[in-house]
């Protein structure tokens, strides 16, 4: 479904470098690291806001660089995103911030009751988001993001705003999205316990580059004192690279 193959990205100085990995139909795959290790120029990157100075990302086996504009925004289209911040319009209602996308398309709103059930939202489909709780904002925005039924969906760090008990619930509605819609996931954060519950492989971010590969294991030990890989590698119990 998604393919990355040797991506390369610099501004000033190199943030990506020569990354490479593949996320399949169905699948949670999560990219862990500190800030300022690349993450969000990763996201951007493969969110087709930025392109690749080297490289390759292949959606559906379509190369990004060999499509024209039309083609490029068709595909844009394919792909989903949940923030850590939200991003709903507050002037616009639950159910206005979901249909938007579809609006911009010129497309009915016919599905947007249907989402909302799904993700918990529909007795609220009439408030604003200055009315909602963190979990309720994000519970909409990623009704939002699935309205137009991508095939990839982005999650950037989407529960690090979260108190525990609203996480686990996130938690557990993004893993009924994957067994509903089986979008290929690439859930980006920080955090490693969330990470350990939701991803089947964990690369481990760091300045630009993926220094190892986890396998999940349920199972979490104290990791104080160790370094960043080492973190991960006791929270995931590694299992190959």
Do not use: W
Not at 5 to 10: C, M
Not at 135 to 153: C, D, T
Not at 225 to 235: A, C, D, F, K, T
């Amino acid at each position: 479904m998604l393919t990355i193959k040797d991506v390369s990205k610099s501004y000033d100085q190199p943030v990506l470098k020569q990354l490479s990995f593949e996320v399949a139909a169905g699948e949670i795959v999560g990219v862990v690291g500190k800030s300022g290790s690349g993450k969000s120029t990763l996201l951007r990157v493969l969110n087709l806001i930025e392109q690749p100075d080297q490289g390759e990302i292949k959606i559906d086996n379509q190369v990004i660089g060999h499509l024209n504009q039309k083609q490029h925004l068709t595909l844009q289209r394919e792909i989903g995103m949940v923030f850590q911040q939200y991003n709903l319009l507050s002037n616009l209602t639950v159910y206005d911030n979901v249909y938007l996308p579809l609006k911009l398309l010129g497309k009915s709103g016919e599905t947007v009751a249907e989402m909302l059930s799904f993700v918990g939202m529909a007795d609220k489909a009439n408030a604003y988001p200055a009315k909602l709780s963190g979990g309720e904002k994000q519970r909409v925005a990623i009704a939002r993001a699935l309205i137009r039924e991508p095939k990839i969906l982005l999650c950037d760090e989407p529960t690090s705003a979260l108190d525990e008990d609203t996480k686990k619930d996130i938690m557990r509605l993004l893993q009924q999205v994957q067994q509903t819609f089986k979008p290929a996931v690439v859930f980006v954060s920080h955090e490693l316990s969330v990470v350990r519950q939701l991803c089947q492989r964990v690369y481990v971010l760091e300045q630009g580059r993926f220094t190892a590969e986890f396998t999940h294991q349920p199972q979490l030990i104290d990791v104080s004192g160790l370094s960043y890989v080492e973190q991960v590698e006791r929270s995931l119990l590694h299992v190959g690279s």
